[in-house]
């Protein structure tokens, strides 16, 4: 049962990261660069909340000592 709480908990963190990481992305980079930068920043984005995702213990550590 626990480990079940777990898996959903990593599964939401997992689509939330993923998510505002894509969502960040293309919001910069349709502020800075039009289409084109919103474009290639959201798939940046994309991917650095793919790894926020992969490894939540480490991406809360590095969050709360402030980058």
Do not use: K
Request: hydrophobic residues 65%; aromatic residues 6%.
């Amino acid at each position: 049962m626990l480990r079940m709480v777990g898996l959903i908990a990593h599964a939401i963190w997992a689509v939330c990261a993923t998510a505002t990481g894509a969502f960040v992305g293309l919001a910069i980079g349709l502020h800075s660069g039009g289409w084109i930068g919103a474009v290639v920043l959201g798939i940046l984005g994309l991917v650095i909340g793919a790894l926020a995702a992969a490894f939540p213990l480490e991406t809360i550590a590095l969050i709360i000592e402030g980058l």
